[in-house]
């Protein structure tokens, strides 16, 4: 496996255990000094980024990437795409397909996301 293809699947594998809400899972995938920013907005660390994992309203039916595109560089690696989230909250499927923009680094031997950016807009369904 090639490193694009390492980076794209840490990146699914981590999309998955979000929606599994398995925030062991999630903080397997975080590297040292992990950041989340949303566009414009607050900054959040690794504990921050959790926490709201854990009180996303509803139920988390799945979280799945779409048109993911990795750009390896000699320090480490930029994945954009869609990310396509499906919840149920109050008695309907609730869909959400945003755009997302994440930094992996190799830590440990193993590629692990080092910083996350929120882009608020959803995309609709190409």
């Keep these: 496996m090639n490193e694009h293809d390492e980076v794209a699947e840490a990146a699914r594998q981590l999309a998955a255990a979000i929606g599994r809400r398995d925030l062991s899972a999630i903080r397997e995938w975080l590297a040292p000094g992990f950041v989340h920013r949303a566009l414009g907005g607050d900054r959040a660390d690794a ?3 959790l926490a709201a994992i854990a009180q996303i309203p ?5 979280v799945t990437l779409e048109q993911i595109v990795v750009d390896p560089s000699p320090t480490g690696a930029l994945a954009t795409g869609v990310q396509h989230a499906q919840v149920w909250l109050d008695g309907q499927v609730v869909e959400d397909r945003r755009a997302f923009v994440d930094w992996f680094v190799k830590h440990g031997g193993a590629w692990r996301i080092q910083a996350a950016v929120d882009l608020p807009h959803q995309i609709p369904r190409a």
């Design 47 to 49: 504990e921050a980024f």
């Design 58 to 62: 509803g139920d988390i039916m799945s």
